[in-house]
């Protein structure tokens, strides 16, 4: 089946810093993929909805200059936290529609990743 | 805004027992319903999908109902077993493709 990795799986870093997340399609080509966000014990939060060649669609509440995200590619989403506060520690799972399955139940299927857990100091 | 809501938060039972895990939703016009289990730390395994016009799909030991007009889904768990213990999680597909998710239901089974 269709694979989305996630790098790197889990970061540490300063307060004030920026961090950088992956997420990648493997074996497809991703016109749409999503970011969500788990705080501990609680469900995941949609944050955004990447677009490939165009600007992100944020949900409301999710700051856009505080969560950057860039679809350079097909298959490639980047989200970069900038200016990282300990507030900010969390779970970030991406997830990543193939638009070229059209022909089965499968095309309903969106494939996540594995997550990256991000902690700030 | 769809809301999805996960009953009960935690369940603990011993093992071989059957259980039901509830998640309802406020909008009815979903794509479809998907059932997920997460392990502490870990990510997402899909364990059942099903689509808006289904009332039901079944997975080994595993039986997923949706019932869209009342925004209800059930997943079954027959003869439950230690290796069952995680995070439920259900999701909704809304027309633009996001995923809304429940709050989740913690599953204990005690051998």
Not at chain 1, 25 to 36: E, G, I, K, N
Not at chain 2, 25 to 48: C, E, H, M, V
């Amino acid at each position: 089946g269709a694979v989305v990795s996630q790098h790197p799986s889990r970061v540490i870093c300063k307060s004030g810093t920026s961090v950088k997340i992956e997420c990648r399609s493997l074996d497809f080509q991703a016109t749409t993929m999503f970011w969500y966000r788990q705080f501990p014990k609680k469900s995941l939060m949609l944050m955004a909805t990447s677009n490939e060649g165009s600007k992100a669609t944020y949900e409301q509440g999710v700051e856009k200059d505080k969560f950057l995200i860039n679809h350079a590619s097909l298959t490639l989403s980047t989200l970069t936290v900038t200016s990282a506060h300990p507030e900010d520690s969390s779970f970030y799972i991406c997830s990543a529609r193939d638009p070229a399955l059209r022909t089965s139940e499968i095309q309903e299927t969106q494939y996540f990743g594995p997550g990256t857990r991000l902690l700030v100091l | 805004k769809q809301e999805v809501t996960q009953i009960p938060a935690a369940l603990s039972v011993p093992e071989g027992e059957n259980l039901v895990l509830n998640c309802s939703f406020t909008d009815s016009a979903i794509y479809n319903l998907q059932w997920f289990r997460q392990d502490p730390g870990k990510g997402l395994t899909s364990l059942l999908l099903i689509q808006s016009s289904q009332r039901e799909q079944t997975s080994g030991r595993l039986n997923a109902s949706l019932d869209k007009s009342s925004g209800r889904s059930t997943l079954y768990i027959a003869a439950s077993q230690p290796g069952d213990s995680a995070t439920y999680l259900c999701a909704v597909r809304g027309t633009g493709n996001q995923f809304y998710f429940g709050t989740g239901t913690s599953l204990t089974v005690i051998p």
